[in-house]
């Protein structure tokens, strides 16, 4: 920990007045100037804040509530903290989008705890995105029932509700619980479908409460805005109109997202409103010629030697468990540094968190897990390996330090990747950027299906559906089944609740060591980290992938006594199912369309940690192809063209540049984007005899409006690749990681060649030679007998080779 005098108080917690004998910015920048091979690209203080509070006096609360907050916060409220409990108060639903730690929790605990107190029946829900942050605020919710009551909350009346609750205390929390906390899986799976065991919590309900709104985006923000529509409609069967409340990261268009995760109008107490006390920060972005991956690892070690705590985020679970694996096993035997993310069992994040706060753990190399505000004590350091692909998570992740008035280090570490590469150029740009909207797409097939399935079975029947909560969508959807033009198999099934994913779009597997489960995994990684033959890391320790048993969804490890690491060689195959909408160039057709993706693992490379290849697996290895119905769009170079680029390219054949080409639109695309993980999207080049495609795709089932943003944006996406290869600093033709070459693959890229590719295309991409066409396409409609034709959007029966119409080749 750093040397600190703590005094004073603030709505959240201690305000720290500090007196530094050796501060943590200064031990950081020495770490940082001890450094070999590395630049600092930027760099930015932000000083500490500190605003006068306001008393809660004139809020209608009740004396004792009044006097504890006198008590605990001496200084006063914050300024956002007093109007919105006044907001709460008074039956708005509100959104509070102040910054990390200014202590938003007071604003919705407070009125619920009144509300109780003013009818012994009032009951309030608390949603929380993962079941680390309902641990924290459950300490806080007793505490502050404590003081307004006068004795401590029995273990039912405050109760967390979640896969954890032993199944012995749940009917008595169905029976009395008041205060019962949970998140969207479990509200989903129990709550829901067994509304009527809990008839008495929903007919009195007065508050919901979404802590941490922001993480409910892409295609776990979509299933949850249908899992609180039919909350609503549940609330609604039994007499209830609750008033929701919301926290959430600062993001743009706050309302909005609200509006689209519940159905309803927010009010907004956004950052101009923000009163709280903010540390001293220093941020850094470094470049340097060592890989990402091993200066995050340096710094990370660096920071621990120095005694202080940091948090490592990495890009991916594999790179995270890399990290952690790449370190002498002396040094990770005593676990003060661990790996934290998604997959790992509740007990081991749960140890680690408490490590964090104990001081037993110093650092952890994290996922976007550890992102949100769970409660891991008060951190010197963040790391980021990699800069995030949101302004939104970039703020996030700097917030988890400087909390409560102490002094905090960002550091960002910039990746090998276009992406980093152009931000690295422009740090300015970056670091001036507005927060994004969120994704959250009401329109995705599969989960209005999997949704209203489970709404009919809750209200007993199609005749007592609520379609004014559920929303038009839903609405559109029962029309057309009611017309036999919807009729996926979740309308038939019994259990469609346990047949709804709500965090991927379809069941995990289990990951055992012996019958012993360690971990859970999708199919989408199943793919790429726990394929037969893999070596799969967990806790940085190596263990071999002996067996996949797809009934029962389970993957079978054993240990392996390796320092080699495994790649999966993936096949991907694109066909086009129907056009949404065409625009044509002289020699370039531009599509936003449905795809069907498939992916196959044709062979598995084990290598040494020096890149040596050790020895190939060939084949599938029994592995099933992976499956993907979704949106995006594709750029496609007609017959002229084509034979340009291949005339024009000489250092390299024209797939390879193709793929560079693609390579540089994937890490790019984020620039033009909306906010977007790696995970949420693709690409994928398709080089042949008469044409090139590129294709931008969602990688998430039925999509979720994030692709089809580039349809507009083509000729900037590719602008900017071509300003990112001409300004990139490195001296080879075949280029560097931070623009054309690829790490995963051998292949020789040229830039000089993917300059030409993209000059080529961006000749065509004149606005005045553009012919557009937009395709009335019902996004929910099957269409079970016939494909499309990819160059004229025709029908064509299935089985069909050549399109009927204009003859156009059919590739399955």
């Keep these: 920990m750093t040397e600190e005098t703590e005094t004073g108080g603030c709505p959240e917690c201690p305000q720290v007045s500090t007196t530094l004998k050796n501060s943590v910015i200064d031990r950081v920048d020495r770490c940082i100037a001890s450094l070999d091979d590395v630049r600092i690209a930027y760099q930015r203080e932000l000083p500490a804040v500190s605003k006068p509070g306001a008393s809660g006096d004139g809020l209608a609360l009740s004396p004792a509530i009044k006097n504890y907050l006198a008590r605990k916060y001496p200084g006063g409220l914050y300024d956002h903290q007093f109007e919105g409990i006044q907001s709460v108060l008074g039956q708005r639903h509100t959104v509070i989008t102040t910054q990390t730690s200014s202590g938003k929790s007071l604003i919705f605990i407070l009125p619920t705890v009144q509300a109780f107190l003013d009818d012994s029946n009032a009951s309030s829900l608390f949603i929380y995105p993962q079941k680390a942050l309902a641990n924290d605020q459950l300490a806080k919710l007793q505490e502050i029932y404590a003081a307004a009551t006068g004795h401590a909350p029995d273990d039912e009346l405050v109760a967390r509700y979640d896969g954890a609750t032993e199944k012995a205390r749940r009917l008595g929390i169905r029976e009395h619980g008041q205060f019962v906390l949970t998140n969207p899986d479990m509200l989903h799976y129990a709550l829901l479908q067994y509304h009527p065991k809990w008839a008495r919590f929903f007919s009195n309900l007065k508050y919901v409460v979404v802590d941490e709104a922001h993480a409910y985006r892409g295609i776990f923000g979509s299933s949850v805005a249908y899992i609180f529509r039919r909350l609503r409609a549940v609330c609604s069967l039994y007499g209830s109109s609750p008033t929701f409340v919301s926290a959430s990261a600062t993001i743009a268009e706050p309302r909005d997202h609200l509006r689209r995760l519940t159905g309803l109008d927010f009010f907004e107490i956004g950052p101009s409103h923000d009163g709280s006390t903010q540390g001293r920060k220093k941020i850094w972005l470094l470049q340097s010629g060592l890989h990402h991956y091993q200066l995050g690892r340096i710094v990370t070690r660096r920071f621990v030697e120095e005694n202080l705590s940091c948090l490592t985020f990495c890009p991916s679970r594999v790179s995270a468990e890399r990290l952690l694996a790449d370190i002498p096993e002396s040094e990770t035997r005593d676990g003060l540094i661990r790996v934290y993310r998604a997959g790992l069992g509740a007990a081991e994040r749960e140890e680690i968190e408490a490590g964090l706060r104990a001081g037993r753990v110093r650092g952890v190399f994290s996922t976007t897990a550890l992102e949100i505000g769970i409660d891991i004590g008060a951190l010197d350091v963040v790391v980021c390996v990699g800069l995030p692909n949101t302004m939104m998570a970039l703020w996030q992740r700097a917030g988890r330090v400087a909390r409560s008035g102490r002094e905090g280090a960002i550091v960002f570490v910039a990746a090998d990747t276009p992406l980093n590469s152009y931000f690295a150029e422009h740090p300015e740009e970056l670091f001036s950027r507005y927060n994004e909207p969120l994704a959250v797409n009401l329109q995705n097939r599969r989960i209005i299906c999997h949704h209203l399935a489970c709404a009919i079975q809750e209200a007993d029947g199609e005749e007592g559906l609520e379609l004014d909560i559920l929303g038009e969508h839903v609405k559109h959807a029962l029309e057309l089944r009611n017309q036999r033009r919807l009729n996926t198999d979740i309308f038939y099934v019994d259990d469609p609740h346990m047949r709804t994913p709500v965090r991927n779009a379809d069941a995990n597997y289990s990951i055992e060591i012996d019958g012993r489960k360690i971990g859970e995994i999708d199919s989408w990684h199943l793919l790429r980290e726990a394929y037969h033959d893999a070596i799969y890391l967990h806790g940085g320790r190596p263990y071999r992938v002996v067996g996949i048993l797809y009934g029962e969804k389970v993957v079978r490890l054993r240990p392996e006594g390796t320092r080699n690491l495994t790649t999966p060689v993936i096949h991907t195959g694109i066909r086009t199912r129907r056009i949404r909408e065409l625009t044509e160039y002289p020699s370039v057709r531009v ?101 090139v495609a590129w294709y931008i795709y969602d990688q998430v089932h039925d999509g979720i409006d994030l692709a089809i943003q580039a349809y507009r944006k083509v000729r900037e996406l590719f602008e900017k690749s071509l300003d990112l290869v001409r300004s990139c600093s490195c001296q080879e033709d075949e280029g560097c990681f931070r623009c054309v070459k690829n790490p995963d693959q051998d292949d020789r890229v040229s830039k000089s060649d993917c300059v030409i590719i993209l000059e080529a295309v961006l000749e065509e991409l004149r606005p005045e030679t553009a012919k557009s066409r937009v395709f009335n396409v019902d996004v929910l409609e099957e269409r079970t007998e016939a494909s499309v034709c990819p160059k004229c959007a025709a029908d064509v029966a299935r089985g069909s080779s050549f399109c009927s119409n204009c003859g156009e080749r059919i590739v399955e």
Excluded at 660 to 671: C, N
């Design 591 to 691: 599509k936003m369309a449905d795809f069907d993706v498939t992916e196959r693992l044709v062979a598995v490379q084990e290598k040494s940690r020096s890149g040596d290849l050790v020895r190939q697996f060939p084949g599938n290895r029994g592995m099933r192809p992976h499956r993907l119905p979704t949106e995006g769009v594709c750029i496609e170079t007609l017959s002229p063209l084509t034979e340009r680029m291949k005339d024009g390219v000489k250092h390299c054949n024209l797939s390879s540049g193709a793929g560079a080409v693609a390579r540089l639109l994937r890490g790019l695309f984020p620039v033009i984007s909306g906010p977007c993980d790696t995970g949420d999207f693709n690409t994928f080049a398709e080089a042949r005899a008469d044409h």
